[in-house]
């Protein structure tokens, strides 16, 4: 059974950083796509960052320069490192696994992050 836990999550001043991390289990994470989604009230889930298993990161274009992903192998956990953070990137946070084996997804339960002064 594949599960992935988000944490990290929280409030936040603008300006400041937060530290977004996904464990997973039942999957292992440097073998297949991983990606960060956001969700904000009213608003469609986007596509933040997505990792492919050996090859780069790519972001969506409001992130760039400010978020980075990184993956921890041995922990079979991945990170999304948030820096200068905008009331504009309120949103619950998800992870989300691409097994290449079969093309399924999954999703964990997704950590709220509220940028506000």
């Known amino acids: 059974q594949v599960q992935l836990v988000e944490s990290g999550g929280g409030l936040v001043q603008p300006g400041g950083s937060l530290r977004l991390s996904c464990a997973a289990s039942g999957i292992i994470f440097a073998i297949n796509t991983v990606s960060w989604y956001r969700q904000a009230p009213g608003k469609h889930r986007e596509l933040v960052a997505i990792s492919i298993s050996g090859g780069r990161t790519n972001y969506a274009d409001s992130v760039k320069g400010r978020f980075t992903f990184s993956r921890d192998v041995a922990k079979n956990t991945v990170y999304l490192q948030m820096n200068s953070l905008k009331p504009e990137d309120t949103a619950v946070y998800y992870c989300?696994?691409?097994?290449?084996?079969?093309?399924?997804?999954?999703w964990g339960q997704g950590t709220q992050v509220t940028v506000s002064s």
């Open positions: 989300n696994a691409l097994r290449l084996i079969d093309s399924r997804n999954y």
